[in-house]
């Protein structure tokens, strides 16, 4: 498998394109291999749990992430496209608050690493998308915090037509200033 690793402003968020064989009949594409992800990317993890969201044009979730049992995420489109966000939680960072968006889609076959640290969250840019996504930690509801989606101190710059449709829990995120943190 080749992987051709893409550098984000954030430098351990990374992009990855995988190599795609593809012919009149369709393509091929080793979507995971543990030894080539850590030779091209330099990281070492296990994941646990594979999960596969479905959502509607307009769908804004997040910006999730772990206080205990922090999870890094390898996502990526299957169906669709989405504009996909990670942002450095982590105080110790010269880089904290600051976030980082990428599109990812069926036709791009992108995959982005969102390490342990970072919030997440990602808004559908198509009619429907299917996001499959890796972690490296199974999921724990009592530790699940969420970033307010538009605060203003972030200042994301969601590509939205109109207002997101949200889930309950992303609506009532914190903010930054209040938000739980890493150290």
């Known amino acids: 498998m080749s992987l051709t690793v893409i550098p984000t402003a954030l430098p351990e ?3 990855l394109e995988p190599k795609v064989f593809g012919d009149e009949r369709g393509f091929f594409m080793e979507s995971f291999n543990a030894r080539v992800f850590e030779e091209a990317t330099g990281v070492h993890r296990t994941f646990v749990q594979d999960n596969h969201s ?15 049992n922090p999870q ?16 450095d939680l982590r105080r110790s960072s010269r ?33 429907s998308a299917d996001v499959l996504y890796k972690t490296t930690d199974y999921w724990y509801p009592e530790h699940e915090r969420t970033l307010l989606w538009n605060d203003p101190a972030l200042a994301i710059d969601w590509p939205l037509s109109g207002p997101p449709t949200l889930a309950q829990k992303d609506q009532k995120g914190a903010r930054l200033e209040a938000v739980e943190t890493f150290s």
């Open 95 to 127: 880089n904290f608050g600051k976030w980082v968006g990428v599109m990812l889609s069926e036709a791009n076959k992108r995959q982005l690493w969102v390490p342990e640290g970072f919030a997440h969250g990602f808004v559908v840019t198509s009619a």
């Open 13 to 15: 968020v990374l992009i």
């Open 54 to 68: 479905r959502s509607a044009l307009g769908v804004l979730r997040g910006l999730h992430y772990q206080i205990r």
């Open 72 to 87: 890094g995420k390898l996502l990526r489109v299957t169906s669709g496209e989405v504009y996909d966000v990670a942002v």
